[in-house]
């Protein structure tokens, strides 16, 4: 009380107090009732309400009292406000629901046993938990719309089984902005359906199916293929680019049957692509290297034991490097290859081999630093003007199309998309007066970006972001796997050779070894000069998953792990450490890279090298790099020349 006797103004701290079933609280302005009723756990049942799309109140599920207001009002409409007293199992909203399911149910047929929705569908759910214990409607008399459409390769569509929620619709005109379903026809006889009956085009349809609440549009590859509960998940990161999206890895009987999306709203806000999500199936291929092997030039191959393998791969470079010196071995990574793999295959090279020549990629990027990394992709939505140069960086990271879509329709930033060889001039007049500008660029066009980068400069805040390969291009390049520059972007001590120049100077014999750790589709690229390097080299030694060039050609050679078999933690485009988990059991009895690289090393006289399980290379790789330290499980890894955003 202030010295009058008048109550004292309490400060504006952003919140509003609300009470919802007798429970206190206190919440940002602007919060819809619906939100602050699941933070405090209260559940309120939705169809049409969506958290990435705005509110439409379409369905009437949610509707909830609310003290002082005439009747029932919808919760995902409503914004929270001081002394709100809300209730959301009262006799009114109970009869309510049931009546809403009633008619929802009226034509809806009845599919649960054949339909893929059964087990995850919100319709089910809500009718056991919510709705009434018998219909009143003849099941005769029900109307009917057309089943199993065909909508392209991918989506099925079912139009008896659609509730007219309208998320469909909304995604292709909030998320995407292609507009691709509509609604048709009026009354009882409204359905869903593509315009003019084409057939869908969007790079991103398979997200139709998760936002759908109930089985109306479904996966065409997972039609009939396994119910929910048949499933296990891993949680993983979609191995198709360097986006880094977050996935679950779902499978059964040791095949994966599909890949799910999984909101992390700094990354993928829960979108997939429908390359990365419907590239499940080479996951699955038996065409695997599952033996270890000593193939001797000359001689005829047979099968060992790893531990035999690791020893005759050592003897096999220990043999060379006494010979001609380190620098007659070469070390050639993967993209698809883990952080703590990765981290040791430099080591490795550097500390070990004592050679200089090692890459993960065919050609060597001058200048590379960290700051090419600098703007985060939720940070792209902070931008007043983003400029894209050329088509590249959304061909490679698909999903970037549609955060560059969020900012310009829901943050109002402006999108230049200008040609890969745009002029610096040019494009700073085409920028003008913006003061936060994200330039982002492909890395084959990264040498033009650094042009334009300082033209862009000035009194204006300008931060890059470089699409890498591989799911793990990033993470490759902060841990050292390049021929200029150790872990971390430090000078190496002797800069060497790339991945081009190793196989160049491998055909002409100055480079005399190779240790291989794959798969490797940069290296794949190169074919017709990896087949002579490979043949004119003495010792090969690859560490592989599939056959192919380098598994023919080795002398030595050891079962790798696919990416879906392993644990670990991978890097995305912006520098985020991801974890992953094992989703497959591995087609192989050999132990883990890290392991083998660890006994290898051993091998070779290095010391504190014996265990090497993931969850020790891990904690020393973090305690060897702060900034890996610093970002843990799902942060982003700030470099010592980067200042935090």
């Not at 040791?254 to 992390?264: G, H, I, L, M, Y």
């Not at 003897?315 to 071995?329: N, P, T």
């Not at 841990?479 to 196989?503: C, D, F, H, T």
Request: include cysteine; glycine fraction near 8%.
């Amino acid at each position: 009380m202030a010295a009058d006797g008048s109550a004292l103004e309490q400060p504006d701290d952003g919140r509003v107090g609300v009470s919802i079933d007798g429970r206190d609280a206190r919440f940002p302005k602007g919060m819809l009732v619906l939100d602050a009723a699941t933070e405090l756990g209260i559940h309120i049942p939705i169809y049409c309400a969506h958290p990435k799309m705005d509110p439409v109140a379409v369905c009437r599920m949610c509707l909830v009292n609310i003290e002082k207001f005439p009747k029932p009002q919808p919760a995902c409409a409503t914004v929270v406000a001081e002394g709100m007293v809300v209730r959301t199992e009262t006799a009114e909203v109970t009869e309510l629901r049931e009546g809403m399911l009633e008619f929802l149910l009226l034509n809806h047929p009845l599919d649960c046993p054949v339909c893929d929705r059964g087990g995850e569908c919100d319709l089910q759910d809500f009718t056991f938990r919510y709705g009434p214990g018998v219909s009143r409607f003849p099941i005769t008399e029900k109307v009917h719309f057309n089943k199993a459409v065909p909508l392209s390769q991918h989506i099925e569509l079912d139009q008896e089984r659609c509730i007219l929620c309208w998320r469909c619709v909304r995604y292709y005109d909030e998320i995407t902005g292609e507009k691709e379903i509509v609604l048709q026809q009026r009354g009882v006889q409204t359905l869903v359906a593509t315009f003019n009956d084409q057939e869908l085009q969007s790079a991103f349809q398979g997200n139709l199916p998760e936002i759908c609440p109930v089985g109306a549009l479904t996966h065409r590859e997972y039609r009939f293929v396994s119910r929910p509960w048949d499933l296990q998940r891993a949680a993983g990161v979609c191995p198709e680019c360097s986006y880094g999206c977050n996935i679950n890895v779902d499978s059964r009987d040791f095949e994966v049957k599909r890949f799910a999306s999984r909101d992390n709203p700094l990354v993928d806000d829960s979108w997939l692509c429908d390359r990365g999500r419907y590239s499940f199936p080479v996951w699955n291929s038996a065409e695997r290297v599952r033996r270890a092997a000593v193939q001797p030039r000359g001689g005829e191959s047979r099968d060992v034991s790893v531990d035999d393998a690791v020893a005759a791969a050592a003897a096999e470079l220990r043999g060379v490097i006494d010979e001609h010196s380190g620098e007659a071995v070469a070390v050639l990574g993967s993209a698809q290859s883990t952080n703590e793999e990765c981290w040791l295959l430099e080591r490795l090279a550097r500390t070990v081999i004592h050679t200089p020549h090692i890459d993960h990629q065919l050609e060597a990027f001058a200048d590379l630093t960290a700051g090419e990394h600098e703007l985060g992709i939720a940070e792209i939505e902070e931008c007043d003007t983003l400029v894209v140069l050329g088509p590249q960086p959304e061909i490679e990271a698909p999903v970037l199309t549609l955060r560059l879509y969020k900012a310009e329709q829901k943050r109002g930033a402006r999108v230049l998309r200008l040609d890969a060889d745009t002029a610096p001039a040019r494009v700073a007049a085409a920028v003008g007066t913006a003061q936060r500008v994200g330039l982002i660029a492909d890395e084959t066009n990264r040498a033009h970006a650094a042009r334009v980068a300082p033209a862009l400069a000035g009194k204006r805040s300008v931060r890059m972001l470089t699409i890498t390969r591989g799911v793990n291009g990033r993470g490759a390049k902060d841990l050292g796997v390049l021929p200029n520059l150790g872990a971390g972007y430090q000078s190496a001590p002797a800069s060497g050779k790339s991945g081009r120049e190793i196989l160049e100077a491998a055909a002409e014999g100055s480079i005399r070894a190779l240790l291989l750790l794959g798969p490797n589709p940069a290296l794949e690229a190169a074919g017709e000069l990896l087949e002579r390097a490979l043949r004119k080299l003495s010792v090969v030694v690859a560490i592989d998953t599939r056959p192919g060039a380098a598994s023919r050609a080795a002398t030595v050679l050891i079962p790798g792990h696919a990416l879906l078999e392993k644990a670990g933690s991978v890097t995305n485009v912006e520098g985020r450490v991801q974890r992953i988990r094992t989703a497959l059991p591995p087609a192989t009895s050999a132990p883990p890279e890290t392991r083998v690289l660890s006994a290898l090393a051993g091998k070779l006289g290095a010391k504190g090298w014996e265990r090497g399980d993931v969850l020790t290379v891990n904690r020393a790789m973090r305690d060897a790099i702060p900034a890996y330290a610093a970002a843990g499980n799902g942060g982003r890894a700030v470099w010592a020349a980067e200042a935090p955003a």
